[in-house]
């Protein structure tokens, strides 16, 4: 293979993915940036060039290619590399993880992992060990092709050490239609260059340089006069000040906060903590709680004091909108204006409104599982025939749904209202919904019950079918392995099943998990189960019903169109020739 050279393992994950996409690649060492996101791209499966980003969050590094407007970079928190003459070395051993985003406009978020670094890589050429989740340019549609990419990586990617080189992305990409192949790496891989400083840290570095100074004339602080300079403990701004501001700026976007870009962090926090507690923003947010969320918020807030002692999963998402804050492993702060807002709205009338809109909001999650997409008509049908467990409302039609959609936080939805349909957001791009609809054909929809419909919406899957259960069972007692990796499998196998899938990607899935059969016997048990399972399993294809259920439907009215069933049977068959 000729002369080792050094490398890293990465993991690649596309932040928020449903599925879940990542790729675990190799790549040499010495690039510069701006080579290594033309790498990244084809490892992920993304075409052409766009204008990108690299972001070293602990570091507060941003690296970009400098068009000219570096006063724009660095005016925020972050200092400033050029991409094309900066090389990955020095940073890949200084952090665990940074963030690579693809197309600035789109903002395609990528969090890569450095799993490790490799001193004695045989190849020179970039390469993906393992995958899950198709090409993210079609819409994760297009099944990924390892093998294909691996040769287009050897072609075009093959690293040669020297001086490295200056190339911007363009520049390169546009060398490779002309059919250059390689790239130069550096062979030491140190870069000559420091980072601009931002903004921020030029003012932190001369506020040190002229607290320095007056520490030298006046030894003594005034202990007084600095604690003026810190936010009261039981409030929204002591605990943003914990916050990074990107974490700070995601709350404003969750909240449909405008103007936030303007702001330095510690203004920011000041706005938003006067945004999210004025009354109508904080009861519009807590008006799409659960039962069991509120009466978790309720019983911490009457403590004496505001910590609570343990970790509590139902006041995640009251943490996640910004209205609480963990401290270390075990305690939670609710502030005390938090909870004065809270009391004075919480009439009866309210909690009517609140559990009317947190089951359409489940509705609309149990929707997103079994339908993909569905008129609201639909929607208003799952609400009305369980009119019970929404507390007796009035019966919701396709207007009165826009009505409540339009009062719902940005940061709870994961759909779109659009044409009168319900559409998953992970089904918009490439108008992917479209091509659903038409392999759904004119099948009925399944409506489920209540239960089902809180199970979905809180667990994303049924966590009480009994073929679950069976399988997990199989995992434990024939697999051998750990009761909490046989819940992760099971779940991932249901889920899988949902959205259609051949026995051989559930294979591969196993594969990747380093889960593997001993003997034949085994693999014909897995197959008899999950042959039970497929046929049991209610699949977004068939729009909620199981393939039993369809079959059924289908008897009684022929023109409702004919469900894809997993061939499991044929599958074995053919695993065994193999």
């Excluded at 000040?241 to 000041?270: P, R, T």
């Excluded at 997103?368 to 019966?395: C, F, K, R, T, W």
């Excluded at 019950?449 to 434990?476: C, M, W």
Aim: aromatic share 12%; hydrophobic share 35%; charged share 30%.
């Amino acid at each position: 293979m000729g002369i080792s050279m050094k490398a890293y393992q990465f993991k690649v994950a596309i932040k928020n993915s449903k599925p879940p996409t990542w790729r675990r690649c190799i790549v040499p060492a010495g690039l510069t940036f701006s080579q290594l996101s033309l790498i990244l791209n084809r490892i992920m499966g993304w075409t052409g060039y766009h204008l990108f980003k690299f972001e070293f969050f602990h570091l507060q590094l941003r690296l970009m290619e400098d068009n000219g407007d570096i006063e724009e970079y660095v005016y925020d928190m972050y200092d400033f590399a050029e991409a094309a003459i900066t090389y990955m070395n020095e940073y890949m051993e200084m952090e665990e993880w940074f963030t690579y985003i693809h197309d600035v406009n789109d903002v395609w978020q990528h969090r890569v992992t450095i799993e490790k670094i490799i001193m004695d890589y045989e190849y020179k050429y970039p390469q993906v060990i393992k995958y899950k989740g198709g090409s993210p340019s079609k819409g994760y549609n297009l099944e990924y092709d390892m093998v294909s990419v691996n040769e287009e990586l050897k072609n075009y990617f093959t690293v040669t050490l020297g001086k490295g080189e200056k190339r911007r992305q363009r520049e390169l990409y546009e060398a490779m239609l002309l059919d250059e192949r390689g790239f130069t790496a550096s062979k030491t891989g140190k870069n000559v260059t420091e980072p601009i400083s931002s903004y921020e840290r030029q003012l932190e570095n001369a506020l040190l340089r002229f607290a320095d100074m007056v520490n030298s004339l006046c030894p003594e602080p005034d202990e007084s006069r600095l604690a003026l300079l810190n936010h009261d403990e039981d409030t929204l701004e002591y605990i943003f000040d914990f916050f990074e501001k990107d974490e700070l700026v995601e709350i404003a976007k969750f909240h449909d906060m405008k103007g936030y870009s303007k702001y330095s962090k510690d203004e920011l926090s000041v706005k938003i903590a006067e945004y999210i507690l004025r009354p109508e923003i904080m009861m519009r947010y807590f008006s799409c709680l659960r039962d069991n969320e509120i009466k978790e918020f309720e019983r911490i807030s009457k403590q004496k004091k505001p910590y609570a002692v343990g970790v509590s999963e139902q006041l995640d998402r009251i943490e996640e909108a910004g209205y609480a804050g963990y401290y270390g492993e075990n305690r939670i702060l609710i502030p005390r204006r938090v909870v004065e807002v809270y009391n004075q709205y919480n009439t009866k009338s309210f909690n009517k409104i609140r559990r009317e809109r947190n089951f359409l909001l489940d509705c609309f999650s149990a929707a997103g599982s079994l339908y993909g997409v569905a008129p609201l008509s639909v929607i208003g049908e799952m609400y009305n025939q369980n009119i019970e467990a929404s507390n007796g409302s009035d019966l919701l039609t396709p207007t009165l749904i826009i009505k409540e959609y339009e009062n719902i936080p940005s940061g709870l939805l994961d759909f779109v209202i659009r044409d009168n349909r319900f559409i998953y957001y992970a089904l918009l791009r490439n108008n992917g919904y479209k091509r659903l609809e038409q392999l759904q054909g004119n099948k009925s929809f399944y409506i489920p019950t209540a239960s089902e419909i809180r199970e979905l919406a809180v667990h994303g899957y049924f966590p009480n079918d009994k073929r679950l259960k069976q399988l997990k069972t199989f995992l434990i007692t024939k697999l051998g392995i750990s009761l909490e990796m046989a819940e992760y499998i099971g779940v991932r196998i249901q889920n899988m099943i949902r959205s259609t899938c051949e026995l051989e990607h559930l294979l591969e899935m196993l594969n990747e998990e380093d889960i593997e059969f001993d003997e034949m016997k085994e693999l014909n048990q897995f197959v008899d189960i999950v042959n039970e399972m497929s046929n049991h399993t209610r699949m977004i294809l068939n729009r909620g019903f199981t393939p039993d259920e369809l079959t059924k439907v289908e008897s009684k009215n022929p023109t409702s169109g004919k469900a894809k069933v997993i061939n499991f049977q044929e599958a074995k068959m053919n695993k065994r020739k193999r």
